[in-house]
């Protein structure tokens, strides 16, 4: 911290309990009051630096004792005592932290060149021109100090000047200089080198991130905070920069309202300590106001904790709304830990708040329709990047609503109108909605059965991977029609793979006869690939005769499935609790089986295309040679 020594006289001022005397030898002969402080001078000095003093000492030149009364002096008697040691030529130190009493206390008094050569106005604007404002640390000092001087700082511009000299400095990318070029000074080489004595050390200064004002800035006040964010957003700041500063700010300035430890605030604050409810509120209400409006600036779990603090606070609707929808710009980022809000109104209706995620998804869903988002077809889902964040946040709302589905206060429109929001292309399966649903008839065992059929009819089926339809199948809590068409589609999808194989095998029956003419050519081509060609095609022999095999296990299974047909044909209300049991269970077990074959099959099928590819190559090389052989006769 900079600072400069004015005087050269030894110090003459003693203090006893609320007076102070100047022990020049001299009796007093004027008593300047200021506040409960008083100060026993001599006339001479005061009169000789400050035009106001002068023209009171006049006034009161006719009374016995002169005393004046300075009662609106800036700074108080702290400021004047400084003040009088100057008139007397006393040593003092300026430094950040008394320079802005000083100047104004001089401004006040009339300090001026006109009064005396180099007065303590000139001085002052000096040191704080040519220290001061070159120094981050300095001018922030004496930033702080002019909230107390007001409005006299203002009217000096003194507080503007700071503002400006820091706003400046923290506006500068420091990568492009390597050290804060605010404390760039007369001790720092072009270069960012250590000067000693003017000359070089070499050592080179840390470097620094962008954001290493952050916490000197959150020191500030508020309103000098919101002066010095105008003031670089105006010099063109970065926006990410400018909303950096603004979360560290809040984070700082709200404390204890965050669940989560690593995502807390910083710890509280003396600051933060002294700011109620209101000015928290009001605090709340400004940063909003304050942050850019862009996606990607802030992260997702800072935004819906300042969206947690306001519900607390109980901000105005504007600025919960305003959360939201930041929230909703970036809702593929979220994580199901910090969209769980509580529910924090007097009637407590639901433990989280549902309505404000439902607002949440409704500002994602209109920003993606704006962004173009369609119904796309669903075997192009999982690879269109375009579709990963609606995916992530069907997802995410999927994970939500199993969470919240225990809630014995959570009714069913609530719940389904969540679940329906997203687009049925977002779940490319909906086995997350398939547990949400299964949690929710678990914890509200008392739902009537059509409300369970309601609920139900939002799983598609068709979209249930082969995991949960083996829970689906077995799973008592659903309706029994819900059962039924789970194990008639899980039928479907059996029927097509069936007819896959046998394709598949026929196939690879027709493309097995060119084989056996490629071995002809390459033995009359070339003697040398002869036994490669045999062994390929022997190869290609044992595949068909697995492939017959396979057939008729096929064959089999199909005639095993026109079985468990018509005894779903037959199920009806007669059926027994335990009769449909039974059949569920056979159900399963043809399934499981019809599941072993297709992956036998699968594992055949692997084969028989390497052993063709195999046989494509030898193809072309026996092509190749007979071209040869063609030529050289």
């Given at each position: 911290?900079?600072?400069?020594?004015?005087?050269?006289?030894?110090?003459?001022?003693?203090?006893?309990?609320?007076?102070?005397?100047?022990?020049?030898?001299?009796?007093?002969?004027?008593?300047?009051?200021?506040?409960?402080?008083?100060?026993?001078?001599?006339?001479?000095?005061?009169?000789?630096?400050?035009?106001?003093?002068?023209?009171?000492?006049?006034?009161?030149?006719?009374?016995?004792?002169?005393?004046?009364?300075?009662?609106?002096?800036?700074?108080?008697?702290?400021?004047?005592?400084?003040?009088?040691?100057?008139?007397?030529?006393?040593?003092?130190?300026?430094?950040?932290?008394?320079?802005?009493?000083?100047?104004?206390?001089?401004?006040?008094?009339?300090?001026?060149?006109?009064t005396a050569q180099d007065n303590l106005i000139?001085?002052?604007?000096?040191?704080?021109?040519?220290?001061?404002?070159?120094?981050?640390?300095?001018?922030?000092?004496?930033?702080?100090?002019?909230?107390?001087?007001?409005?006299?700082a203002e009217d000096l511009h003194i507080a503007?000047?700071?503002?400006?000299?820091?706003?400046?400095?923290?506006?500068?990318?420091?990568?492009?200089?390597?050290?804060?070029?605010?404390?760039?000074?007369?001790?720092?080489?072009?270069?960012?080198?250590?000067?000693?004595?003017?000359?070089?050390?070499?050592?080179?200064?840390?470097?620094?991130?962008?954001?290493?004002?952050?916490?000197?800035?959150?020191?500030?006040?508020?309103?000098?905070?919101?002066?010095?964010?105008?003031?670089?957003?105006?010099?063109?700041?970065?926006?990410?920069?400018?909303?950096?500063?603004?979360?560290?700010?809040?984070?700082?300035?709200?404390?204890?309202?965050?669940?989560?430890?690593?995502?807390?605030?910083?710890?509280?604050?003396?600051?933060?300590?002294?700011?109620?409810?209101?000015?928290?509120?009001?605090?709340?209400?400004?940063?909003?106001?304050?942050?850019?409006?862009?996606?990607?600036?802030?992260?997702?779990?800072?935004?819906?904790?300042?969206?947690?603090?306001?519900?607390?606070?109980?901000?105005?609707?504007?600025?919960?709304?305003?959360?939201?929808?930041?929230?909703?710009?970036?809702?593929?980022?979220?994580?199901?830990?910090?969209?769980?809000?509580?529910?924090?109104?007097?009637?407590?209706?639901?433990?989280?708040?549902?309505?404000?995620?439902?607002?949440?998804?409704?500002?994602?869903?209109?920003?993606?329709?704006?962004?173009?988002?369609?119904?796309?077809?669903?075997?192009?889902?999982?690879?269109?990047?375009?579709?990963?964040?609606?995916?992530?946040?069907?997802?995410?709302?999927?994970?939500?609503?199993?969470?919240?589905?225990?809630?014995?206060?959570?009714?069913?429109?609530?719940?389904?109108?969540?679940?329906?929001?997203?687009?049925?292309?977002?779940?490319?399966?909906?086995?997350?909605?398939?547990?949400?649903?299964?949690?929710?008839?678990?914890?509200?065992?008392?739902?009537?059965?059509?409300?369970?059929?309601?609920?139900?009819?939002?799983?598609?089926?068709?979209?249930?991977?082969?995991?949960?339809?083996?829970?689906?199948?077995?799973?008592?809590?659903?309706?029994?029609?819900?059962?039924?068409?789970?194990?008639?589609?899980?039928?479907?999808?059996?029927?097509?793979?069936?007819?896959?194989?046998?394709?598949?095998?026929?196939?690879?029956?027709?493309?097995?006869?060119?084989?056996?003419?490629?071995?002809?050519?390459?033995?009359?081509?070339?003697?040398?690939?002869?036994?490669?060609?045999?062994?390929?095609?022997?190869?290609?022999?044992?595949?068909?005769?697995?492939?017959?095999?396979?057939?008729?296990?096929?064959?089999?299974?199909?005639?095993?499935?026109?079985?468990?047909?018509?005894?779903?044909?037959?199920?009806?209300?007669?059926?027994?609790?335990?009769?449909?049991?039974?059949?569920?269970?056979?159900?399963?077990?043809?399934?499981?089986?019809?599941?072993?074959?297709?992956?036998?099959?699968?594992?055949?099928?692997?084969?028989?295309?390497?052993?063709?590819?195999?046989?494509?190559?030898?193809?072309?090389?026996?092509?190749?040679?007979?071209?040869?052989?063609?030529?050289?006769?």
């Amino acid at each position: 911290m900079g600072s400069v020594k004015l005087g050269s006289k030894p110090d003459a001022f003693t203090r006893r309990g609320q007076a102070w005397f100047c022990t020049t030898g001299l009796p007093s002969d004027v008593i300047v009051q200021v506040g409960e402080m008083s100060f026993h001078l001599h006339k001479f000095p005061l009169l000789s630096k400050s035009a106001i003093l002068g023209r009171l000492i006049e006034e009161n030149s006719d009374q016995d004792e002169c005393t004046i009364k300075l009662s609106n002096i800036p700074g108080g008697a702290k400021s004047f005592e400084l003040v009088a040691r100057f008139c007397y030529g006393l040593k003092i130190e300026l430094s950040p932290a008394n320079i802005v009493h000083l100047r104004c206390a001089a401004e006040y008094l009339e300090m001026t060149e006109e009064t005396a050569q180099d007065n303590l106005i000139h001085q002052a604007e000096m040191f704080f021109n040519q220290v001061v404002l070159r120094s981050w640390k300095d001018s922030l000092e004496a930033l702080k100090t002019c909230d107390v001087l007001l409005p006299h700082a203002e009217d000096l511009h003194i507080a503007k000047r700071c503002v400006e000299s820091l706003a400046a400095k923290a506006s500068i990318d420091p990568d492009l200089f390597g050290w804060p070029v605010s404390e760039h000074g007369a001790m720092h080489s072009p270069g960012g080198s250590v000067l000693w004595n003017g000359i070089s050390t070499g050592a080179k200064l840390g470097n620094f991130s962008s954001d290493w004002w952050y916490d000197d800035a959150s020191s500030l006040s508020f309103p000098t905070y919101k002066r010095l964010i105008s003031t670089m957003e105006s010099r063109g700041a970065k926006e990410e920069i400018v909303a950096g500063s603004l979360t560290y700010y809040a984070k700082k300035c709200l404390p204890g309202l965050n669940r989560r430890q690593s995502m807390g605030p910083v710890p509280l604050t003396s600051a933060a300590a002294t700011l109620s409810e209101e000015e928290q509120r009001h605090l709340l209400e400004d940063i909003d106001r304050m942050l850019p409006l862009q996606r990607g600036l802030i992260s997702t779990n800072v935004l819906l904790w300042l969206l947690r603090t306001a519900m607390i606070l109980k901000v105005n609707r504007a600025c919960i709304s305003n959360l939201e929808k930041r929230v909703g710009m970036q809702l593929d980022e979220a994580t199901l830990e910090d969209l769980l809000l509580p529910n924090f109104s007097y009637t407590m209706d639901t433990l989280y708040n549902v309505e404000c995620v439902r607002r949440i998804l409704d500002h994602f869903l209109a920003m993606d329709q704006t962004m173009g988002g369609g119904s796309p077809c669903l075997d192009d889902v999982m690879g269109s990047p375009s579709l990963a964040p609606i995916t992530a946040v069907a997802k995410l709302i999927d994970g939500y609503l199993a969470e919240i589905a225990p809630d014995i206060n959570l009714k069913p429109p609530k719940f389904e109108s969540l679940a329906t929001a997203l687009p049925e292309y977002a779940r490319p399966l909906d086995d997350g909605l398939y547990r949400a649903i299964d949690v929710y008839l678990k914890a509200h065992s008392c739902l009537p059965e059509p409300e369970r059929e309601h609920l139900c009819r939002l799983i598609d089926c068709q979209k249930l991977s082969l995991e949960a339809c083996t829970h689906a199948a077995q799973n008592e809590r659903l309706p029994l029609r819900v059962v039924v068409q789970v194990l008639f589609f899980e039928q479907l999808q059996l029927r097509t793979s069936i007819a896959g194989c046998l394709m598949v095998s026929d196939n690879l029956e027709g493309s097995s006869r060119p084989l056996h003419g490629s071995g002809t050519i390459a033995t009359s081509g070339e003697a040398g690939a002869r036994w490669v060609t045999s062994a390929a095609v022997r190869e290609n022999q044992a595949l068909r005769a697995g492939m017959d095999s396979m057939r008729l296990r096929l064959a089999e299974l199909e005639r095993e499935c026109s079985g468990m047909r018509q005894d779903i044909r037959k199920l009806g209300g007669a059926a027994g609790k335990d009769g449909w049991a039974a059949r569920v269970q056979r159900m399963f077990s043809l399934k499981m089986k019809l599941q072993m074959c297709s992956t036998e099959e699968a594992k055949m099928n692997d084969r028989h295309r390497s052993a063709s590819a195999k046989l494509e190559k030898l193809q072309a090389k026996v092509s190749s040679h007979k071209k040869h052989l063609t030529i050289d006769a």
